[in-house]
DNA sequence: AGCAATAATTGTTGACGTCAATAGTTGTTG
DNA sequence: CAACAACTATTGACGTCAACAATTATTGCT
């Protein structure tokens, strides 16, 4: 369980007036001296971390993981894919992937068939059960979403979501 | 091979008429059927694994992590800080801390001194090798987030900034 | 003095990313 | 058509990282 700091600390000023703030020999006008949060990039992969986290702990109840759950999310979009089309597309290794469609595989989610034109490559498809448990868990999943944006309200979270699309579009498949 | 699952953005109707767009016995309207970029959960997920690799990948050459590198940030900004501080307003476990800080000495950025007060804390400066460290690397670390935040313009930037760091004061220290 | 709480530390475990190597299969090319 | 390069899935190894449990030294409480 993850503690809530609020208690060991005094609440720092948004710093709009800044002129009197540098407490101890130390120029916070530097730009080297900037504070963590000043860094989108950083705040990004700490919000990331905790997303990754509240879903997690979300899906530790069906014995899956986030990866699970992107794997069959990316099904259900896709009826079918080779698992080397599931690796590119997510983002994972390859080895990853094997590991993963056998989780799926041994929960009963999804299966692996024989490609027909290709002996080599497998086709892993959702099965009936794969959409019932993304159709259960969905409300569950926006549930954890709307945890993590609580301090948003809808339009913010509206341009919150497209900023970051537009930022996973160039760089993520 | 099978057909790639085009992104989403291609061919999908505006939805004012949905009788007969099911295209394959798979109801993309349904709520749980959305693809993975529509949860803005799993967007900052994966965003915020790529902004760590892309910040370790450019904190390589130096021996150090991203971990550190936030450890020499805070320290910056605070002048001295007890390890149990470093990990409640970092986010990193105590047994972390300790590493981190093993490493910093090493390479002479930071160094523990005795607490006067508490023989049992250690607190935690920066020296002034860190100092030149960060004051160095600075614009290089602003260079990755440049990168990352390349498709969107100044205005962008800022407005995502604003909505992170909301999101991220409520939820982290 | 006795005892709970705290700071730093060690060790362990499981998840994760990366890379190398392999078997089976396909496509190409000389 | 035979040799070879490329590709798919898979396995294994290695290092990193986060989350916990346990330990030691110290402090605060009563």
Redesign the interface.
Known sequence: MLE???T??EHREPAITRQHVT????D?D????????A??????????????Q??NTFLQASGLR?RHY?VL??L???????QR?LST???YDPSAIVGLVDDLEKQGFAERRP?P??RRSR?VVLTEDGRAF??D??EA??R??ND?????DAA??Q???T??????????G
Chains 1, 2 share one sequence.
Do not use: Q
């Open positions: 809530s700091p609020n060991d600390r407490p101890n020999a130390i916070a530097e730009p080297w001296m900037r504070g963590l949060h860094d989108t990039g950083y705040l990004l992969y700490r919000l990331g971390l905790r997303s990754g509240l879903f986030l992107a999310r990316f259900a979009g896709s009826e079918g894919a080779l089309e597309r997510l983002g490609s034109d290709d086709i993304l159709r868990t969905d999943g926006l954890v979403t993590l944006l609580d301090p948003l913010d979270r341009t919150l979501h900023l970051l699309l537009r930022i996973a579009e160039d760089g993520l």
